[in-house]
């Protein structure tokens, strides 16, 4: 059994970065082996149960890029403006190649989430907060 001190050195770093590009979308990024695993989310993420969103798995990212905010230049792929909509670090639960739970600790998303991949497409998940089944 993981004692708490273990659990802290796990701790890994999660950004969502709001992006107004051609369709306004969140950029949802989880530290994992030395790249941000990454999915754009068509709707704002949700910060209670009850709300699935799509996720949708574009292209790692690397670490520094956690950090950005600012304006990605016409012409240039994603142009337009990304600002950090929250930001913290995570612990893994479960992070396989189809079912991922991990506890956010960040602003705005707080506690348990799953990002569920669908059954038959390359790239599309569910993201949502994890019900409590016992409180
Ligand atoms: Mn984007």
């Known amino acids: 059994m993981p004692d708490k001190k273990t659990r802290k050195e796990k701790k890994l770093i999660f950004v969502i970065q709001k ?20 999915w754009a989310v068509p709707k704002e993420p949700p910060m209670e149960e009850g709300i699935k969103r799509l996720a949708i798995q574009v292209e790692d990212h690397d670490l520094e890029y ?33 079912e991922i739970i991990v506890e956010l600790e960040g602003r705005k ?16 998940w569910l993201f949502f907060k994890k019900k409590l089944i016992n409180p």
Do not use: M
Not at 23 to 32: A, C, F, I, Q, S
Not at 109 to 124: D, P, Q, R
């Open 109 to 124: 998303l707080k506690g348990l989430y799953c990002l569920i991949k669908l059954k038959g497409s390359g790239k599309n």
């Open 66 to 98: 956690a950090d950005f905010e600012g304006e990605i230049a016409k012409g240039l792929y994603g142009a337009g403006q990304v600002q950090i909509w929250d930001k913290g670090s995570y612990v893994p639960v479960k992070f396989d190649e189809k």
């Open 19 to 38: 992006h107004k590009a051609t369709h306004l979308h969140y950029d949802l990024r989880l530290e994992k082996d030395g790249v941000l695993k990454s």
